[in-house]
């Protein structure tokens, strides 16, 4: 049995259903079992797993920096309690208030989130940092000036009519571990969609993204949108559990404390989540045990951070991937032991492909300006369907810039493109790959935060079938699709998104230099491939490379850029024996 059906066959999709549906039960023996004490503090793990949860999905999953996920939390639980005391809807929904006014709780600081996330559009990084801590002190000022509606010290009532006693304790954390247990199983399947894919894909690269099809606006503001909802959620939690706040609960400091925990022990993941909540709720009760003051338990937290950040992973993560390592080596090892391996095929050399005459793409009078330095000048070039065309030139001659612009990523050009007929102009990049042109990288552009598997189902935008996907990888010889691409190295990355992109059979790919990284084995191989490419997926390609040995065995066309110029383009004997070419290559002309 090869590693890919055996790991097929460990896919058990009704699983998170059941461990969903065995924490309930869980829930319940403990919740009933244990010493009142116990139960309290469990229910605030619980609260802060659900933060923590809705933390995970725009810092782990999309990549971005939030400091107010208490501010959420705050806006949450004011919203609750206004609708319980300052409105007649209690009377009129009885014992499900509760419920009801956390959805609406939970959906009106979703909008605020969208608001809060707006800047994420423009900012990263530090200045991000600085934006949302800044949201975190103004609510945290607002909400101390106005107070929270319990101003009266009035309780507010539990869900379902449970007491506010210790009795009414253990009821409250089962009703806590079905919300978590929703919570947690919506935020799998989200991940699991193609939004939390686009998510994960933003959180690498944000070009990468739009080349894949995908509005970077949209996954960003639903990263930050879903994240305030659930944590609007943990704060009518909260207000359940204490039955009364106020917001010294929600102060930015414990917003700050809770984003080391998610960066440390990765958030994303829900048992990971479950993990930070027991820290966040453990650590300053031990304090409190041996008397030491709470405030040490941010120097705690405070350490665990700068070690998270400095070795740039996450305990979750980086547990996983030494897990799935080891249990690739037992398969390997199983199967040398039984002799399992794949018969190596030799077939015939495929021939560069000829075109159809057809003209694909149709570039006229492109030029391309960074302040004083002129990109490309008045370049003009056609692509015919069914070919490779080479595009080659000596460092700085344009050639990705020529990529960047037809892909959309540089809307300051002139110049006109026209792609199957239709005019790129005015497009942005996600609605040009959706009109088939698609690209690749030459920086690493493909997360590994995902699978290979699940990264062609995002690249493919869902359009792909297993059977689709499975051989697109096969042909490019890549890991198969359970594979974590944590675990696989980088050259064999720019093969899976090759092969990404060819299984969305775009009409056209544009390869910014697809080889580099791979041996020199690996590069006949991959010629051999490519050489293939054009029959097997129904796609024009145009490829930038260096290696000119490669760009000869695939290419039947090449234009040559030089300072921003077309130097020389036609076929390829014709181009690579041009004076002018090779006198542009000089000290390279070994290489021709
Ligand atoms: N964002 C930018 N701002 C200013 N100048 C730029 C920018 N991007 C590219 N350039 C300049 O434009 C010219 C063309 O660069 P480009 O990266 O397209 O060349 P290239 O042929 O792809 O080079 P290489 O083979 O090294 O990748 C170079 O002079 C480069 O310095």
Request: net charge neutral; charged share 15%.
């Amino acid at each position: 049995m090869s590693l890919a059906s055996r790991s097929r066959a460990t896919r058990r999709p009704w699983l998170p259903l059941a461990i969903a549906l065995g924490a309930v039960v869980l829930g319940a023996i403990f919740g009933f079992g244990m010493p009142a004490y116990v139960v309290f503090v469990s229910t605030s793990v619980l609260v802060a797993m659900v933060s923590l949860m809705g933390l995970g999905i725009v810092t782990g999953t999309a990549g971005m920096i939030a400091l107010c996920q208490l501010s959420f939390g705050s806006i949450g639980a004011w919203i609750l309690e206004f609708l319980y005391l300052k409105t007649p809807l209690p009377n009129v929904f009885g014992p499900l208030s509760f419920l009801l006014f956390m959805v609406i709780a939970g959906v009106i600081t979703a909008a605020l989130g969208l608001v809060i996330g707006l800047p994420a559009l423009r900012l990263r990084g530090v200045n991000l940092a600085v934006i949302t801590l800044g949201v975190a002190a103004a609510v945290d000022t607002t909400v101390q000036q106005i107070g929270f509606p319990d101003q009266s010290f009035a309780h507010i009532p539990r869900p379902f009519g449970l007491s506010s006693d210790p009795t009414g304790d253990r009821g409250y954390f089962l009703f806590a571990v079905i919300i978590t247990v929703t919570i947690a199983l919506g935020i799998y399947a989200l991940q699991k969609s193609r939004i939390g894919a686009a998510w994960k894909s933003v959180a690498f690269s944000e070009r990468g993204t739009a080349s894949a099809g995908t509005s970077v606006r949209t996954a960003k503001l639903s990263a930050f949108a879903l994240s305030a909802f659930v944590g609007g959620i943990a704060g009518c939690l909260i207000v359940g559990q204490i039955t009364q706040v106020n917001y010294l609960t929600f102060t930015p400091i414990n917003s700050l404390g809770l984003y080391v925990l998610s960066i440390v022990v990765g958030s994303q993941l829900i048992d990971m989540a479950l993990f930070g909540g027991i820290l966040f709720v453990v650590i300053p009760e031990i304090l409190k045990q041996f008397r030491v003051p709470l405030e040490w338990s941010s120097v705690a937290f405070g350490i665990l951070g700068i070690q998270a950040l400095t070795s740039n992973s996450n305990l979750g993560t980086s547990v996983r991937a030494a897990l799935f390592r080891r249990r690739r080596l037992m398969e390997a090892s199983r199967a040398d032991a039984a002799g399992d391996h794949a018969a190596v095929e030799s077939v015939a050399e495929a021939p560069i492909p000829a075109g159809t005459g057809r003209p694909l793409l149709v570039v006229e009078h492109l030029t391309v300006e960074f302040g004083a330095v002129k990109a490309l000048t008045d370049v003009s070039l056609v692509v015919e369907e069914g070919t490779i065309l080479g595009l080659i030139g000596p460092n700085g001659a344009g050639k990705s810039t020529f990529v960047d612009a037809i892909g959309g990523f540089l809307p300051q050009h002139t110049g006109t493109a026209v792609l199957d007929g239709e005019p790129l102009a005015g497009l942005p990049p996600h609605r040009r790959a959706r009109a088939g042109l698609r690209r690749t990288f030459q920086q690493d552009r493909v997360p590994p935060s995902m699978s290979v598997g699940a990264y062609l189902r995002f690249v493919t935008g869902g359009r792909a079938d297993p059977a689709a996907i499975s051989d697109a990888l096969t042909f490019f010889g890549c890991p198969d699709a359970y594979t974590p691409l944590s675990v696989v190295d980088v050259g064999t990355r720019r093969l899976v998104e090759v092969a990404a992109n060819l299984a969305s059979r775009p009409k056209l790919l544009l390869l910014d230099e697809p080889a580099a990284g791979l041996s020199h084995d690996e590069h006949l191989a991959f010629a051999d491939r490519l050489r293939r490419a054009p029959e097997h997926f129904g796609t024009t390609i145009l490829i930038i490379e260096h290696d000119l040995d490669l760009v000869r065995s695939v290419c039947s066309q090449i234009t040559v850029l030089n300072f921003g110029e077309i130097l020389a383009s036609g076929d390829r004997a014709s181009v690579l024996n041009d004076p002018k070419v090779v006198s542009a290559y000089m000290g390279e002309t070994e290489m021709l």
